[in-house]
């Protein structure tokens, strides 16, 4: 009873938020957010544990592989666009994975924060089902990972184009690149609105940030030691 | 349907096979994406009907449902939010701008000087005003 309630519940939850989001156009509005925060409060009301909401729904869970796997799709329908721009491409975005986790890391370490927290604060700009699994290998907390991870893709769709104008970047492909390095799916959303270029860029940029990153990960243990 | 399902779930399989056996630090969802990738390009199959497209494409239409159950553990974590809010705000905010400009700033420098080796200035660059 309570694994197809809580499924039910958390659907439930989700189609309201994409309801929401299509009511609002506004980039607080994302599905995944509204749903954690509706499900989190009826978990809070009916004192209902956590462990047992993740075994009622290890369904949808599981999907995140699958999920994972079909990243390839944009990726391959992308992919003519880099041509000429692979190296170019793949130095930056090697660059940025860098500067973001280790800058994550030690801000994290100068402000008195603990060492699980810069672990789990490290690989948070990648899209969150591949955070999840980076933080559990790293020794974070992968639910907060994942949470960091949405947080930013809200912060990057409401402010990157700004941001991106004060720094100077005007060229389209930069602009989409730079926004998918650090706010995955939910930029990428976002610089869909301001040009097909920048969400296709955005989009590969999402895909190849995971990939780096993922092979960035002895580095990035060998800061944290 | 099914058909694409199992090229998903074959891919995921064999990614994971492969990230147990060779102990990379890789994600095996990771490796069964760059695997699928592979598949795709050999494949050359571009059109909206093939099976694995269709099934792939759905599922990354509601990629956020996927991580809801996972974002929810983030109540077990309240107090270590409250305990720790300026290292993570500031973190977060910080490393995000330095990323973005990162990439924003390192690709721009490559893009000029590829159109100017070119000579063709601005033409490929699609500036906005």
């Known amino acids: 009873m309570s694994t197809i309630l809580w499924l039910f519940v958390t659907v439930a939850a989700?189609?309201?938020?994409?309801?929401?989001?299509?009511?609002?156009?506004?980039?607080?509005?994302?599905?995944?957010?509204?749903?954690?925060?509706?499900?989190?409060?009826?978990?809070?009301?009916?004192?209902?544990?956590?462990?047992?909401?993740?075994?009622?729904?290890?369904?949808?869970?599981?999907?995140?592989?699958?999920?994972?796997v079909a990243l390839a799709i944009?990726?391959?329908?992308?992919?003519?666009?880099?041509?000429?721009?692979?190296v170019p491409v793949l130095v930056a975005l090697t660059a940025g994975a860098v500067v973001s986790m280790v800058s994550g890391i030690l801000l994290v370490r100068w402000l008195g924060g603990s060492e699980v927290l810069e672990r789990t604060m490290a690989t948070k700009s990648v899209t969150a089902p591949v955070t999840i699994a980076l933080a559990e290998r790293l020794g974070g907390y992968p639910e907060l990972s994942a949470c960091f991870a949405i947080v930013i893709g809200i912060v990057g769709a409401m402010i990157a184009p700004r941001v991106l104008d004060?720094?100077?970047i005007r060229d389209r492909r930069a602009r989409g690149i730079a926004v998918g390095a650090v706010s995955h799916g939910i930029g990428t959303a976002r610089m869909l609105e301001e040009s097909p270029v920048e969400g296709a860029f955005s989009g590969l940029a999402m895909g190849?940030?995971?990939?780096?990153?993922?092979?960035?990960l002895p580095l990035v243990a060998y800061v944290l030691h | 349907m099914i058909v694409g399902l199992l090229w998903l779930l074959g891919c995921q399989l064999a990614g994971t096979a492969i990230a147990e056996l060779t102990g990379i630090p890789v994600p095996g969802p990771v490796v069964g994406m760059l695997l699928l990738f592979i598949v795709l390009v050999v494949r050359r199959r571009d059109g909206e009907s093939d099976p694995v497209i269709q099934v792939g494409d759905y599922f990354l239409s509601h990629l956020q449902l996927f991580f809801v159950p996972a974002g929810v553990g983030v109540i077990v974590y309240l107090a270590f939010i409250r305990d720790a809010v300026a290292p993570i705000v500031v973190a977060l905010l910080g490393s995000w701008l330095l990323g973005l400009a990162t990439v924003g700033w390192v690709l721009s420098l490559f893009l000029r000087r590829l159109s100017e080796s070119a000579g063709t200035e601005g033409a490929p660059g699609e500036e906005i005003e």
């Not at chain 1, 599905?31 to 462990?51: F, H, K, N, R």
């Not at chain 1, 944009?74 to 692979?86: D, E, F, S």
């Open chain 1, 14 to 68: 989700y189609e309201l938020g994409r309801w929401l989001r299509k009511r609002t156009h506004s980039p607080l509005a994302q599905p995944a957010a509204v749903a954690i925060v509706i499900v989190g409060a009826l978990m809070t009301v009916s004192g209902t544990s956590y462990d047992d909401y993740a075994d009622a729904t290890a369904l949808i869970t599981f999907l995140l592989g699958p999920a994972t």
């Open chain 1, 74 to 86: 944009p990726l391959y329908h992308q992919v003519a666009r880099l041509k000429g721009l692979l």
């Open chain 1, 166 to 168: 004060l720094l100077g």
């Open chain 1, 208 to 216: 190849l940030t995971a990939v780096v990153t993922c092979l960035l």
